[in-house]
């Protein structure tokens, strides 16, 4: 089992851009969360989905969209971004909200 | 009211050492309790759970005391090895969020 798997790695973008960071699981989990690591602050949350269909806000969702159109995959979409964005983001995934979360490797992204 | 705050933000054991972290909420709708690790360049992995109606869990040298009636949880890591060196974070889990606290780098000096 790969469990989850997020790309790209690395990724530059100019002030203004678009992008989507891809996150897929293959562990069949039902909940699927996407987190910002910052200095300090610890890993914040942006988006959540409890299932295939439904998404949710977390603590900081403002410049960031979600979809979850299948269970595996759960894409976050920057729609212009912004150098208060330059972050680490990470995917997790879970079968439930009180069991064992499964993160990713980490996007680490940073706006020019 | 979904905050959780963690302390210290960094901490220096010596080998053989007790490493202590402490962690506090204000919502007791929370009713899971986790703690991750991790080590640089890579994501958090889960390193032990604890749900509210259990006071102790014990694993190995890891033990979360958890503290219902105060709303706060803490990481105690028995005999800390330098291998323990890395980023603990607590977090709390709510209708399906997992809030995480801000995080405590933890040096263990052989």
């Known amino acids: 089992n790969a469990g989850v798997t997020q790309t790209p790695k690395f990724q530059v973008l100019k002030t203004g851009q678009s992008m989507t960071l891809q996150c897929a699981q293959d562990?069949?989990?039902?909940?699927m969360s996407w987190y910002r690591q910052d200095p300090g602050m610890g890993l914040r949350l942006i988006h959540y989905?409890?299932?295939?269909?439904?998404?949710d806000q977390g603590e900081v969702p403002n410049g960031y969209n979600v979809s979850r159109s299948t269970t595996e995959d759960f894409p976050l979409r920057l729609l212009s971004a912004a150098p208060s964005q330059t972050s680490v983001y990470f995917c997790a995934s879970s079968r439930d909200g009180g069991t064992e979360a499964f993160f990713g490797q980490g996007t680490r992204l940073t706006v020019v | 009211q979904q905050q959780v705050k963690q302390s210290p933000q960094s901490l220096i054991v010596q080998k053989g050492g007790i490493s202590i972290i402490n962690c506090a909420y204000e919502?007791?709708?929370?009713?899971?309790f986790p703690w991750y690790q991790q080590f640089p360049g890579k994501g958090p992995a889960l390193l032990i759970a604890?749900?509210?109606?259990?006071s102790e869990k014990k694993e190995g040298r890891f033990t979360i005391s958890f503290n219902k009636s105060a709303k706060q949880f803490s990481l105690h890591i028995m005999d800390s090895q330098p291998g323990d060196s890395a980023t603990y974070f607590c977090a709390a889990s709510i209708w399906g969020k997992l809030i995480f606290g801000q995080g405590t780098e933890l040096s263990v000096k052989p």
């Open positions: 562990m069949n989990h039902e909940y």
């Open positions: 604890i749900r509210p109606d259990v």
């Open positions: 989905s409890v299932g295939a269909g439904i998404t």
């Open positions: 919502n007791t709708a929370f009713d899971y």
